[in-house]
């Protein structure tokens, strides 16, 4: 596709449970980021990948998150035994190596009731 | 640790110029992000100032200083739709390719 495309765009859970977000980044890009944003905040930073070094997960918030990227394309966010604080966008975002501008996805909308 | 301020809200009239702030303090610099989002919707890339100076495109121009840890967004001849929120976003290459964000600005212009 010609950009970031991220699914599901909505998801409604209830706590407790474990949630799975996928990223497909721009084809031939190296470098994928995961935010997290939570209403009316910026942008925070959770994990980074660059082609095959180890990821930066220094942003990651806690051990029930965590992250996966196969090869060079798509990228998997997975929140296990999700809280009530875990409710925000998390955005996606792809560049063509880590001196370049991010392209964004469009998010997904979590919430946890 | 890292620093990101820029206001958190601003109002102007459409047809005018508006100038948003934002200022850094940050353990390493590779580059300063400007990035717009509209509600609802994925942030955009505006504009990146690496060198000290004024990047113009279109109707919007960024500034950066290095020495003073500045840098400034300014949008000419304004439009409804450029009501949006702006982020101002760091690369602190010390740390790999991630951005630093700061909170954003909201700008609401009116008629």
């Known amino acids: 596709g010609a950009g970031v495309s991220q699914s599901p765009s909505n998801k409604v859970t209830e706590k407790g449970k474990d949630v799975e977000l996928r990223c497909d980044p721009i084809s031939g890009h190296t470098a994928l980021y995961w935010y997290r944003q939570r209403l009316g905040q910026g942008l925070e930073f959770l994990i980074y990948?660059?082609?095959?070094?180890?990821?930066?997960k220094s942003g990651l918030p806690s051990d029930r998150f965590s992250a996966e990227r196969t090869g060079e394309s798509v990228s998997t966010l997975t929140i296990q035994r999700t809280q009530q604080e875990d409710s925000a966008v998390y955005l996606c975002?792809?560049?063509?190596?880590?001196?370049?501008?991010?392209?964004f996805g469009p998010g997904t909308r979590l919430t946890v009731l | 640790g890292q620093n990101i301020d820029q206001p958190t809200e601003m109002t102007a009239t459409e047809g005018a110029i508006v100038q948003i702030n934002c200022t850094y303090q940050?353990?390493?610099?590779?580059?300063l992000f400007w990035y717009q989002q509209h509600a609802g919707e994925a942030p955009t890339f505006l504009s990146y100032n690496v060198l000290d100076g004024l990047e113009e495109k279109g109707r919007f121009s960024s500034f950066l200083s290095r020495s003073k840890g500045y840098s400034y967004l300014l949008l000419k001849e304004l439009q409804m739709k450029d009501s949006a929120s702006y982020l101002c976003?760091?690369?602190?290459?010390?740390?790999?390719?991630?951005?630093?964000f700061g909170q954003g600005t909201e700008l609401s212009v009116k008629p």
């Open positions: 940050t353990s390493g610099f590779n580059g």
């Open positions: 975002a792809s560049s063509l190596n880590r001196a370049n501008e991010q392209f």
């Open positions: 990948f660059q082609g095959n070094s180890a990821p930066d």
């Open positions: 976003a760091v690369k602190n290459d010390n740390q790999g390719g991630k951005l630093i």
